[in-house]
């Protein structure tokens, strides 16, 4: 059995931003219950050479908006990676979710071979779509949302595998 160039991305997406929107609500209730401010919490970092949570959030959102562009060829929108609280963030989350859901399979499917390049700090990255898909667009954004979480494990919200994993179809 096969499986889709769309259904490698555009669901895996749909899940884990879902599940990062979830914990971020989780982390407003927490900062709401202890009586801080929840804005705090975009400032944490789990290192101080890494990027804060705020920051975290925003990378995994491009990074499935910008190859759900990069694979099917449909313009991404424009963020303006402003957000100063964990509903502008969550906002920022539901607006990426709206243009993959928007993209049609038949955009993404049969797309494996496309040329993929973009700019990473000094040079320019070159795939074709599908390793592109499985072996740098996936991890990174895995790789943000898992830091998300950590961080805010980190802070004591309460949260475990089944909050990460979210709800899948």
């Known amino acids: 059995m096969t499986i889709s160039l769309y259904d490698?991305?555009?669901?895996?997406?749909?899940?884990?931003?879902?599940?990062l929107s979830m914990i971020l609500e989780k982390a407003a209730l927490h900062a709401q219950t202890r009586g801080?401010?929840?804005?705090?919490?975009?400032?944490a970092r789990l290192y101080p050479d890494m990027f804060p949570l705020a920051q975290q959030v925003r990378i995994a959102t491009d990074s499935a908006r910008l190859a759900t562009s990069?694979?099917?060829?449909?313009?991404?929108?424009?963020?303006?990676?402003?957000?100063?609280?964990?509903?502008?963030?969550?906002?920022?989350?539901?607006?990426?979710?709206a243009f993959i859901e928007g993209v049609p399979r038949g955009a993404i499917d049969g797309q494996e071979e496309?040329?993929?390049?973009?700019?990473?700090?000094d040079r320019t990255m070159n795939f074709k779509a599908q390793p592109y898909l499985l072996h740098w667009a996936l991890p990174n954004f895995f790789f943000h949302v898992t830091t998300a979480y950590d961080i805010l494990r980190h802070?004591?919200?309460?949260?475990?595998?089944?909050?990460?994993?979210?709800?899948?179809?």
């Open 8 to 19: 490698a991305s555009v669901p895996v997406y749909r899940q884990m931003l879902g599940s």
């Open 36 to 43: 801080f401010d929840a804005a705090v919490l975009l400032g």
């Open 70 to 97: 990069r694979l099917s060829g449909v313009a991404a929108p424009k963020f303006e990676d402003d957000e100063k609280t964990i509903d502008e963030l969550r906002a920022r989350i539901a607006a990426t979710l």
């Open 114 to 121: 496309r040329e993929v390049s973009f700019p990473v700090r």
């Open 155 to 169: 802070n004591g919200v309460e949260l475990g595998k089944r909050d990460y994993l979210g709800k899948f179809e």
